[in-house]
């Protein structure tokens, strides 16, 4: 389970980032940085963040909304970052998701000493000194709240895309390659949201000229 070690121990203002989306087939890659200003908050936040991937779809909505909450209160800073899949396309997905970590950290209303970043990749001219945590969406409380913050916010927003672009299903795989997803593709083709740089998609396009 999580806890406020790792924070505890950095001191100061400390933002926990964790990204959302490097796998899908089509949609930006999101990430999440979460300041927890006041470690006092109410239990049902303490007790339910951990890594988002472990939670159902329904307690991330919930535990989403009380971050949103509990920001309004002034007890927590939230701060998202996306970039889309041209970018992606253009600098890499790596290279992509360093971005969207650093405009969710530039996007806190409190700005941060120093940031724990989930993983063991540690994107160079970061907005204050950073430091990787390997499982940190398990270990550290507001790592998990970023995670919960990024996936929430992605799929919301692949859910609005789908009404944009029907029959790829983003509604229910995110961009991620499903038969649904396959079955678009065939029947509608590639889209701007689509990452032309990934083999699926670059199989696709070579299949369809040829």
């Known amino acids: 389970m999580p ?58 909505e919930q535990l989403y909304e009380k971050l949103f909450d509990a920001e309004a209160k002034g007890q927590v800073a939230i701060g998202i970052g996306q970039a889309s899949a041209a970018e992606i396309d253009s600098m890499n997905i790596l290279q992509a998701t360093f971005e969207a970590m650093r405009r969710a950290v530039a996007a806190l209303k409190v700005k941060p000493q120093a940031a724990l970043i989930d993983g063991n990749q540690n994107p160079k001219s970061f907005p204050c000194c950073s430091h990787t945590v390997v499982k940190g969406d398990s270990r550290c409380y507001s790592i998990a709240a970023a995670s919960i913050v990024a996936k929430v916010f992605r799929d919301r927003l692949m859910a609005e895309l789908a009404k944009e672009y ?42 369809k000229a040829a």
């Open 166 to 207: 029907p029959g790829y299903g983003f509604e229910k795989n995110a961009g991620y390659g499903t038969s649904l997803h396959v079955e678009g593709l065939e029947k509608y083709g590639v889209t701007p949201e689509h990452r032309k740089s990934y083999k699926p998609i670059q199989t696709f396009l070579s299949s």
């Open 3 to 60: 806890d406020f070690e790792l924070e505890d121990k950095l001191g100061g203002v400390v933002a926990g980032v964790d990204e959302a989306g490097r796998g899908p087939w089509a949609g930006p890659v999101v990430a999440g940085a979460v300041v927890i200003v006041d470690h006092n908050l109410e239990g049902f936040l303490l007790d339910g963040l951990d890594d988002s991937k472990k939670l159902s779809a329904k307690k991330r």
